[in-house]
Nanobody
Framework: QEKLVESGGGLVQPGGSLRLSCAAS????????IGWFRQAPGKRREGVSC????????YYADSVKGRFTISMDTGKNIVYLQMTNLKPEDTAVYLC???????????????????WGQGTQVTVSS
């Protein structure tokens, strides 16, 4: 059974750091894209970052460039999102998602993803 499980969220002060993890299991795809999305109350889900297994290409939303880093441990099937210099506007539920991927434009939109985790809460507040 395909499953994505996020962990690592929590409460952090502005300027602090967190590392989120997304553990994937049960997938039998040759190549895929894993993305991190976030959704704050009353706002639509937005793409934060993604990485593809074909060539480790990455994508970052403008709002997180230079602060967040996505990486993948293919041996463990875990994708990490290292978040630094966190801001109150980063507060949201963070979800990871996965989709089969071969070639072409890296999927960055929520509707392009097939499998979703349950999410982990990140709160940035003093």
């Amino acid at each position: 059974q395909e499953k994505l499980v996020e962990s690592g969220g929590g409460l952090v002060q502005p300027g602090g750091s967190l590392r989120l993890s997304c553990a994937a299991s049960g997938f039998s795809l040759d190549h895929y894209s894993i993305g991190w999305f976030r959704q704050a109350p009353g706002k639509r889900r937005e793409g934060v970052s993604c990485i593809v297994t074909t060539d480790n290409s990455t994508y970052y939303a403008d709002s997180v460039k230079g602060r967040f880093t996505i990486s993948m441990d293919t041996g463990k099937n875990i994708v990490y999102l290292q978040m630094t210099n966190l801001k109150p506007e980063d507060t949201a539920v963070y979800l990871c998602a996965l989709v089969d991927y071969g070639v072409g434009k890296v999927p960055t939109m929520a509707y392009e993803y097939t499998y979703w985790g349950q999410g982990t809460q990140v709160t940035v507040s003093s």
